[in-house]
């Protein structure tokens, strides 16, 4: 993947515009919503951190390469880079002091899928209608543009050279140029695309879809006609379909996001994760895996880690991180999770992998046992915990308790760890040492919560929520 710069954007709108694939320009939107004094609460004590880059000895020449070519200003996929690694190696966030910097109101009733960011500009849509894609400035929070597209997305989009990638409930697929927002391309493929965010590394843009079918299903079952899902490879300048893998049940959905890595592209579809050649689709190899459909692989020096959910089975811990061999598919190793609902992707970093997991609490108290006076002290709560896991060997290093639950996925940068939970977002240090927490103000009487996973740069974590706004957050 190579990072969006505006000479290499200016060369790639030249070819798309030589090939008479430009639109119309789309309308440019004013602010919808300037920098907001939104005051944070915090559940933590801030510690100092050492907010120095970290450094990329346990990465290969090629993955150093695409973290550098991405840079500390931009967190251009979902999972940072084409291979979903959630680590940011030359960027850092707040470490202490943390407040709201600014809240954008994208004018949409949720804002549920993660931002990317790119040249100081934040992209990302309304996850409901109406479906705006927005470009943000990233240090004032003020609109750059804004683009409609047919249905709303629900996944991040990605960004290289210039050029915004989005699929959307529409059965449309986007390219946008990042700079004023026009049209370059569309192509109607027939099938919706839902969580699976794209993942674009040389030349090619990979994303899953949604299987479709009657939403009012009559007569007999040898009547009901359903579409399979899909992982399509879409040429980036012109939209054309390489090729499609669709070796699905007729229901099944690929909400996935997609990681590629060394000509392979993996992904997890909803009993198995793929490993599919990236230049044909043919299947390298395949594993039967519970799966999430919100979980997606991080694939980092030659390993695929993959978060299972529990799968209803006796014993054991309910859920497990799986590290397979990228080349074949054998488990090189599994760890044990004891929350039970684990559907959020791994970030791996200097040798470690770090997952969000959550789960009911379990209290000792039922029946009036709980606490001195009979008592239960956690009925109903939710507990979210970050856990840190050796990449080498599964072995568990610590865990963070957030005592709210854990939606979205972990970003690293700068020896800090960044997750959103319940209605707000927590910070971690890479040794799992509490550094912030904040809870988001909401206009609305239910508040927030964070299904959105941050993106780091410059200094600075953005994250949506569902009350349809994107927060950044630095440091005072």
């Excluded at 799966?291 to 497990?320: I, L, N, Q, W």
Aim: hydrophobic share 35%.
């Amino acid at each position: 993947m190579t990072s969006p710069s505006s000479s290499r954007s200016s060369t790639r709108r030249q070819v798309l515009a030589a090939s008479g694939l430009l639109a119309g320009a789309v309308g440019i939107a004013g602010c919808l919503s300037g920098p907001s004094s939104e005051s944070p609460t915090s559940d933590d004590t801030a510690n100092e951190t050492e907010t120095t880059a970290s450094d990329s000895a346990g990465e290969t020449a090629d993955e150093t390469a695409e973290a550098n070519a991405v840079g500390s200003a931009s967190w251009t996929q979902f999972g940072y880079d084409a291979r979903n690694s959630g680590h940011a190696p030359s960027a850092s966030g707040p470490a202490s002091d943390a407040e709201v910097s600014w809240r954008f109101d994208g004018g949409t009733p949720t804002m549920n899928a993660s931002p990317v960011v790119a040249d100081g500009t934040v992209f990302v849509p309304g996850s409901g209608d109406p479906g705006y894609v927005h470009a943000i400035d990233a240090t004032t929070g003020e609109s750059e543009w804004r683009f409609d597209p047919d249905g709303y997305a629900a996944s991040a989009p990605a960004v290289a050279d210039g050029v915004l990638y989005v699929g959307t409930w529409g059965k449309k697929f986007y390219a946008v140029d990042a700079e004023t927002g026009e049209k370059l391309w569309e192509n109607d493929v027939g099938h919706r695309f839902g969580s699976s965010s794209p993942a674009v590394a040389d030349g090619t843009v990979y994303v899953g879809t949604n299987g479709d079918g009657p939403l009012v299903v009559s007569g007999s079952e040898d009547e009901e006609q359903y579409e399979s899902c899909a992982v399509l490879a879409l040429d980036d300048a012109t939209g054309d379909e390489r090729w499609r893998y669709d070796d699905f049940g007729e229901k099944d959905n690929v909400d996935s996001s997609i990681a590629v890595a060394d000509g392979r592209v993996y992904f997890g579809g909803e009993s198995a994760v793929y490993a599919l050649d990236a230049d044909s689709g043919s299947v390298a190899w395949s594993r039967e895996i519970s799966t999430h459909p919100d979980s997606s692989p991080a694939v980092v020096d030659g390993t695929v880690y993959y978060g299972a959910p529990f799968d209803g089975g006796e014993g054991g811990d309910p859920a497990r991180l799986w590290a397979l061999d990228a080349a074949t598919g054998e488990t090189s190793w599994t760890a044990g999770i004891e929350d039970a609902n684990l559907r959020t992707s791994p970030a791996v970093a200097d040798g470690t992998v770090y997952v969000a997991a959550s789960s009911m609490r379990v209290c000792a108290g039922v029946g009036g046992t709980g606490t001195e006076d009979g008592e239960s002290n956690c009925s109903g709560q939710n507990r979210g915990q970050l856990y840190a896991v050796d990449a080498a060997s599964g072995d568990r290093q610590w865990t963070a308790e957030f005592r709210t639950d854990a939606r979205s996925s972990p970003a690293v940068a700068g020896g800090a760890v960044y997750v959103g939970n319940d209605d707000g977002i927590s910070a971690v240090t890479t040794d799992g040492e509490s550094l912030w927490r904040i809870s988001f103000e909401g206009d609305r009487e239910d508040g927030p919560y964070v299904d959105s996973s941050p993106a780091v740069a410059d200094g600075r974590v953005f994250v949506g929520a569902s009350d349809g706004h994107l927060r950044a957050i630095g440091g005072k």
